[in-house]
Each structure stands twice: as structure tokens, then as C-alpha cells.
T-cell receptor, first 114, second 110 residues
Framework: DAGVTQSPTHLIKTRGQQVTLRCSPK?????VSWYQQALGQGPQFIFQ???????QRGNFPDRFSGHQFPNYSSELNVNALLLGDSALYLC?????????????FGPGTRLLVL | DAKTTQPPSMDCAEGRAANLPCNHS???????VYWYRQIHSQGPQYIIH???NNETNEMASLIITEDRKSSTLILPHATLRDTAVYYC???????????FGTGTSLTVIP
């Protein structure tokens, strides 16, 4: 049973560029959440997708957008990259049960903005 | 969601029990306590969660005080591979977005 997978593992971009990160959820999961983790900090919630819609959003600007596909996989897009966007981007999947929903994390994509 | 307070770092001798505390004094009745750990820039790994009863699984035990204002994660026999940052998270039971703090950096010493 494959866990959460993310691609690519590493990425280098320059300021002003755009980036797309991808996530495949754990088998049987229908909800995908994205987190940003700066060096030395805990992960910060960006947004969550369920039924192909953004259901919740953290305190991130509109430069951060996402998409969920019918097969539950998801993309995170970041436009107009800033140096401060350099971070580990984590995807977590869960199954929406209506009560406790344990999230399982992927290995992350490390983004470096130069 | 309730905030949590954890010590920034702890050491534990290999083979001994590691007891990691977490304070969540503003927790509300429908909020769960979750524990994750992160080993050097890998994705966080789920350990255990609970609502008000103590819980145990193959990785750890979770002890929640009766007033639910604090909890302790217990790794019964710590190994070098348990060296990681441990996060205590309190979250509502549904539609949850996890709020991570800076966690506790546990170092297991040979």
C-alpha cells in the first residue's frame, strides 16, 4: 500500500518564476492538505482540498493556489516566487469521516528560490 | 484551535523511557491531541492520538490528564532512531488543519 507521494523531491527556481508541486494521496484517502515548512520551524497550513474544492485556507497570499483532481491527487501552484518561499512543502492526506481524521504526510518537496 | 507548549529540547538514554510533555491548557471538549515526529527534514510521521482516554499502540503511549490540560507521550524503550522533533497538536475533530508549534527536539544518547 503506497503512502503519500510527492514530486519532485527537489526544485530550484528564481525569483518571479512559477512552480507546480504534485501530490498523490494514500490509497483510500480523499482529502489533501498542503503545508509549508521553513527551516527550523514547524509546518504551517496552507490549504486543504476535498471534493475538488478548497475547503480551508491558512494565512497565505493568493499567489498560493491549488487544485484537486477526480482521482484525489493534488497540485500546489506558487506564482511570482519570492526568496521567502524557499521551504519544504509537505502534502498530507486523510479520509473525511465526519470526525477524527488522521493526516499522513508525504516526504515533501524542497524548493529553493534564488 | 488550542495552542500547545512543549520544551524545546530533551535528552534520553538509549533503552530508557522517553517522556515528552505537552501543555494544552485551552483545549476544548471536542479537540483531539495528536503526536507526530519528524526525522531530519522528512515528512512528519503520525505516532498516536487521543481524546480523553489514555492510548497505546506499537510505537508509544499517550497519557492525557483528567482535566485534559496536558499530556505526555511515552516512548517505552528509546532507540537512536527515535531521535527526532516531536510535535504535539491539538485540533478539532473534523475539517482539521493542524497547527504545529516548534516541537521538542529529542536526542537519544547511546
Amino acid at each position: 500500500d503506497a503512502g503519500v507521494t510527492q514530486s519532485p523531491t527537489h526544485l530550484i527556481k528564481t525569483r518571479g518564476q512559477q512552480v507546480t508541486l504534485r501530490c498523490s494521496p494514500k490509497s483510500g484517502h480523499d482529502t489533501v492538505s498542503w503545508y509549508q515548512q521553513a527551516l527550523g520551524q514547524g509546518p504551517q497550513f496552507i490549504f486543504q482540498y476535498y471534493e475538488e474544492e478548497e475547503r480551508q485556507r491558512g494565512n497565505f497570499p493568493d499567489r498560493f493556489s491549488g487544485h484537486q483532481f477526480p482521482n484525489y491527487s493534488s497540485e500546489l501552484n506558487v506564482n511570482a516566487l519570492l526568496l521567502g518561499d524557499s521551504a519544504l512543502y509537505l502534502c498530507a492526506s486523510s479520509y473525511k469521516t465526519g470526525y477524527q481524521e488522521t493526516q499522513y504526510f508525504g516526504p515533501g518537496t524542497r524548493l529553493l528560490v534564488l | 484551535d488550542a495552542k500547545t507548549t512543549q520544551p524545546p529540547s530533551m535528552d534520553c538514554a538509549e533503552g530508557r523511557a522517553a517522556n515528552l510533555p505537552c501543555n494544552h491548557s485551552t483545549i476544548s471538549g471536542n479537540e483531539y491531541v495528536y503526536w507526530y515526529r519528524q526525522i531530519h527534514s522528512q515528512g512528519p510521521q503520525y505516532i498516536i492520538h487521543g481524546l480523553k482516554n489514555n492510548e497505546t499502540n506499537e510505537m508509544a503511549s499517550l497519557i492525557i490528564t483528567e482535566d485534559r490540560k496536558s499530556s505526555t507521550l511515552i516512548l517505552p524503550h528509546a532507540t537512536l532512531r527515535d531521535t527526532a522533533v516531536y510535535y504535539c497538536i491539538v485540533t478539532r475533530y473534523t475539517g482539521n488543519q493542524f497547527y504545529f508549534g516548534t516541537g521538542t527536539s529529542l536526542t537519544v544518547i547511546p
